[in-house]
């Protein structure tokens, strides 16, 4: 890791913890839910920060929230100029997290996976065999005085199966 990307991963880490702070206790708006952050990305430059949040809350809501984040950018950003102290303050772009959405959609294919296994081992278990349980000749079945290739040409058959009279 260079120091330029190690310093823009220590200022994403200082922007996720005012941003969160400020979120709750400085913005009042009533559109705003239950907001999350869970994650911020600053260019190499130090120059854009992206934030990335959850809301607990239906897609309405969710709407709203987007809104009031968006309404309060500004005051969020002065918050982290003045509390990072840094020449250029980033600008803040807010994208909902699909990390929630996506662990869901993979615990219902898992689930719906675990259901396909379980209905494949009960169908396995009460199933019999097309033919004989054990398709295969053994040496105490035939007779003792003739190989396979022997009893071929013995029956009257050439070795690549056509009739040799």
């Known amino acids: 890791m260079t120091e330029t ?3 823009a991963r220590r200022l994403a880490e200082r922007i996720q913890v005012i941003v969160a702070e400020t979120i709750e206790r ?3 708006d009533p559109r705003m839910g239950f907001v999350t952050i869970t994650d911020v990305r600053v260019t190499g430059d130090l120059r854009e920060a992206t934030v990335f949040y959850t809301v607990l809350g239906d897609p309405a809501e969710q709407a709203d929230t987007a809104e009031a984040l968006e309404s309060a950018k ?3 950003r002065t918050e982290v100029g003045r509390q990072t102290g840094i020449r250029h303050t980033p600008s803040l772009a807010f994208i909902a997290d699909a990390i929630p959405e996506t ?3 993979l615990d219902d294919l898992l689930r719906r996976a675990q259901a396909d296994d379980e209905r494949v081992h009960e169908q396995a278990a009460a199933a019999s065999y097309a033919g004989e349980p054990d398709p295969y000749r053994h040496a105490d079945e035939l007779d003792g005085s003739r190989s396979d290739d022997a009893g071929l040409v013995a029956d009257g058959l050439d070795e690549a199966g056509g009739s040799s009279a």
């Open 103 to 105: 662990a869901r959609h």
């Open 26 to 28: 400085r913005i009042k």
């Open 5 to 7: 990307d190690a310093r």
């Open 74 to 76: 500004g005051m969020l």
